[in-house]
Each structure stands twice: as C-alpha cells, then as structure tokens.
C-alpha cells in the first residue's frame, strides 16, 4: 500500500501570500496518479488537480500542482479568503490512498 | 447534472452492521466505479475501497478485508457499502463517490456524506 504524508500540518498565512503543500509518497506514484483535493467544514472534497498538473474543470488558475515519482507539491500563489481549507493529496494509480491532510488557516 | 444522493444517518450498536445506499443519477452508472470514502470526526479521509459498476470487480481497503461489502444494482443506478461488526472508531461520515476505473482517474464527484454513529 503506497502511505501519502504530507507536510506541513497545518500552514498559517495571510491572503495574498503563496501556499505550498508537500506530499510524499512511500513509493513511486505510476504515471502521476497523483490528485489534490479541497475540503471546507461541512462540506466534501472537490477535485483541484490531477494527473499531478492537471486543473480540474473550473479550478482557477492559482492552483498549480507539479512533481513526480514520490514527490508532489499543490501551490496556491495568491490566497484568496476562500482559500482556507483541508487539502489532501490522494493517488490512485495502486488502490487509492489519502494523505493525512494540510491545514491551512488564516495569520 | 451528475448526482450521488446517500442515505440517511445511522445509529448502531456496537457489534451490529449497517448499509449505506449512494444512488446515482446523471451519468451512465456503468461506465464509472464507485469508492467509499470515511472521515471520522475532525480526521483525515481514509478510503476503504470501491467497485466497478461496469462488472461488478472490487477492491478494498487492507485494514477493512474481511468487514466490508461493496455491491451496486444497476438496475436502480445505486451502489451500497455494508460494514459488520461495527465498533465505536467506525464513527464517522461516510462518502460514496464517483470515478472511471480504467484508465485510472480521480473521483471527481461526492455524495452528501452519511453520518454513522457507533454507540451502546
């Protein structure tokens, strides 16, 4: 089973200012089955990316996603208010797994 | 639209079992599988599996083998997830949700999320 950790836990910043999230995985994820996912209280995820880089239909353009093999990073460059969630990197290419999840809250 | 409405929350006991349904709409439901999703509360997402509606294949999550059950009935578009011998860290709000197995791709849609609580 491929284990997802992602880091930080939790990320405090200011809107306006660049996120990025870590996620690595215990073996290589195939073909970039690597996904992120948004959450807010209350609610279920939403796609963000796929494919590692690949915006889902509707997402803005301020999330970006890259990487490979066992090393993904989800980028926010601006934060916008609605910005501040849970986001989980998740793989699908072996069964499929969730990462723990990263925080990220207002300074 | 595409739609994955869930049914209502439960309250067991522990040892006893318990059915989620996830009916479909909006899309052909055999062209797509269905994964369970969990997250108990203020936890993470902990995927416990999915199934193929095209042939019915399953594939589960190590930690669950053995406790849970996927099944769907294509004739009423609607999948279920049964999990047997609950105990109290099975709370949590389960998801159904959509994705295309092969080639593999993410779920790109949620049900509701049903809420089942576990408790003597």
């Known amino acids: 089973e491929i284990v997802l950790t992602q880091s930080p836990g939790t990320l405090s910043l200011s809107p306006g200012e660049r996120a990025t999230l870590s996620c690595r995985a215990s073996?290589?994820?195939?073909?970039?089955?690597l996904a992120w996912y948004q959450q807010k209280p209350g609610q279920a995820p939403r796609l963000l990316i796929y494919?590692?880089?690949s915006r889902a239909t509707g997402i803005p353009d301020r999330f970006s996603g890259s990487g490979s093999g066992t090393d993904f990073t989800l980028t926010i460059s601006r934060l916008e208010p609605e910005d501040f969630a849970v986001y989980y990197c998740?793989?699908?290419?072996?069964?499929?797994?969730f990462g723990q999840g990263t925080k990220v809250e207002i300074k | 639209q595409v739609q994955l409405v869930q049914s209502g929350a439960e309250v067991k006991k522990p040892g006893a079992s318990v059915k989620v349904s996830c009916k479909a709409s909006?899309?052909?439901?055999?062209?797509?599988?269905i994964s369970w999703v969990r997250q108990a509360p203020g936890q993470g997402l902990e995927w416990m599996g999915w199934?193929?509606?095209?042939?019915?294949?399953?594939n589960y999550a190590q930690k669950l083998q053995g406790r849970v059950t996927m099944t769907t009935d294509t004739s009423t578009s609607t999948a279920y997830m049964e999990l047997r011998s609950l105990r109290s860290d099975d709370t949590a709000v389960y998801y159904c949700?959509?994705?295309?197995?092969?080639?593999?791709?993410?779920?790109?849609?949620w049900g509701q999320g049903t809420l089942v609580t576990v408790s003597s």
């Open positions: 998740q793989q699908y290419g072996s069964s499929q797994t």
């Open positions: 949700a959509r994705f295309v197995v092969v080639p593999a791709a993410p779920i790109d849609y």
């Open positions: 909006g899309y052909t439901f055999t062209s797509y599988g």
């Open positions: 199934i193929s509606a095209y042939n019915g294949n399953t």
């Open positions: 494919g590692a880089s």
């Open positions: 073996q290589s994820v195939s073909s970039s089955y």
